[in-house]
C-alpha cells in the first residue's frame, strides 16, 4: 500500500475592492511612494471598507471562491482551520462563523494564531490531519484584516499591511505529491518587538489604553527585520539540505510577502533566480496570515504536477520555518 501523503488540491483567494496607494498614504503620514517602494517593494494594498465586515467575511469569500473552482459539496469538508492574527472576536471562534456561513456542516473548526507564521503552521496541521487517514478534505484558509489593528499616523506599520484572504484544500495522495517535509521554530523572547500590547489578559482595555493607542500593532523595525532575513534564509537553507534539493531542484520559492528585502535575502541564500521566486507584495503588501495563500492564487496557472514548492514564513512571537511541497495538479 502506497504511503498517504497530504497535497493541496484546490485554492482561492479573495481581496477587497479598495486600494490603498503609496501616493493616498503620503497623505496621512509623513513619507513617499519612494521611500516605501525602496525599503518594502509595496505600491499598494487592499483595504476591507465593508461596513460591519471583519476577518470572516475575507475568509468566506475565499472559501466560497475554492468551493466553486474545486466543484464540491461544503458537506463533504471535514475541518476547517482559519489561520489568522485579527479574528472576528477574542472568544468565538472565526472559524467556526466561516464553516457554518458557506455550509461545511459536517465540519468542525477552530483559528490557528501564529502571526505571519499562521499559515506555515497551519500546512503542517492540515497535513497531518489528512495524512493521519482520519480525514479526507481539509480547508486551511489563512485571512486578516491589519487595517483594524493599524495606526495610520503610524508610518512604521501603516505602509506595511494590507487586508487579504486565501484558501487552499488538502486532500489525501498516493503518488508521493504533497507536504514532504518541514523545519518549524518559535521564540517567545521575541514577542516584545511585534506586538498588540492592549487588550489581551495582560492589559485590558481601559480608557488608557485606548488614550494611549495600545490597540494598535507596535514594530521594532530593525529588530524584526534582523531576525527574519537570518531566520527565513536559513529554515528555507535547511530544508533544501535536508531533502537534498539542490537550486536546480526547486522550481518556486513561496516566501512570506513582508518585506521585498527579507524575501531578496532567502533566495540568494537558497541559489535561486528570480523568476523562481513568488511575489505580489507590490499589489497586496503584507497581508499577514493570507500572503502564502494568495500567492498560490496569482501563481496557480504557472504550477506543474511535481514542481517542488519551498515555503517560507516569519512572523511575530517570534514564530519561522519552511516547508517543502510537491504540487499535485496540473491548473487548467
Known amino acids: 500500500m502506497s504511503k498517504l501523503s497530504a497535497a493541496i488540491t484546490a ?79 477574542l472568544v468565538a471562534s472565526t472559524a467556526a462563523y466561516v464553516a457554518s456561513e458557506i455550509g461545511a456542516t459536517n465540519a468542525f473548526a477552530f483559528d490557528l494564531l501564529a502571526a505571519c507564521s499562521s499559515f506555515l503552521f497551519g500546512m503542517s496541521t492540515a497535513a497531518g490531519f489528512v495524512a493521519s487517514g482520519r480525514y479526507k478534505k481539509v480547508l486551511l484558509i489563512g485571512a486578516d484584516k491589519m487595517s483594524s489593528i493599524l495606526d495610520y499616523t503610524d508610518r512604521t506599520t501603516c505602509i506595511i499591511f494590507g487586508d487579504g484572504a486565501g484558501a487552499v484544500l488538502f486532500e489525501p495522495n ?43 500593532i507596535f514594530q521594532e523595525g530593525k529588530t524584526v527585520f534582523k531576525f527574519a532575513v537570518s531566520n527565513m ?35 540568494n541564500r537558497m541559489g535561486l533566480s528570480d523568476d523562481k521566486v513568488m511575489m505580489n507584495i507590490q499589489k497586496y503588501g503584507n497581508t499577514t496570515s493570507a500572503t502564502l495563500p494568495l500567492l498560490l492564487n496569482d501563481y496557480e496557472s504557472q504550477l506543474q504536477k511535481g514542481d517542488n514548492l519551498v515555503f517560507a514564513a516569519f512572523g511575530g512571537g517570534f514564530t519561522w520555518g519552511s516547508i517543502y511541497l510537491k504540487w499535485a495538479y496540473n491548473s487548467k
Open 233 to 267: 534564509a536559513e529554515a528555507a537553507a535547511k530544508i533544501m539540505e535536508r531533502n537534498n534539493l539542490s537550486h536546480e531542484d526547486v522550481s518556486w520559492l513561496v516566501p512570506h510577502q513582508a518585506n521585498k528585502r527579507i524575501i531578496d535575502a532567502t533566495a
Open 174 to 216: 498516493t503518488e508521493g505529491l504533497g507536504l514532504q517535509d518541514e523545519y518549524l521554530r518559535s521564540d517567545g523572547s521575541g514577542r516584545a518587538f511585534l506586538s498588540m500590547n492592549a487588550g489581551g489578559s495582560i492589559m485590558p482595555a481601559t480608557e488608557e489604553t485606548v488614550k494611549n493607542k495600545q490597540h494598535f
Open 11 to 89: 485554492v482561492g483567494a479573495y481581496v477587497p475592492e479598495f486600494v490603498l496607494t503609496n501616493k493616498m498614504l503620503e497623505e496621512l503620514v509623513d513619507t513617499n511612494d519612494e521611500w516605501i517602494t525602496t525599503r518594502t517593494g509595496i505600491k499598494e494594498r487592499r483595504i476591507l471598507k465593508k461596513e460591519g465586515a471583519g476577518t470572516s467575511y475575507m475568509a468566506i469569500k475565499a472559501a466560497q471562491d475554492l468551493i466553486k473552482k474545486r466543484g464540491i459539496d461544503p458537506k463533504e469538508i471535514d475541518l476547517i482551520m482559519v489561520g489568522t492574527a485579527t479574528p472576528d472576536t
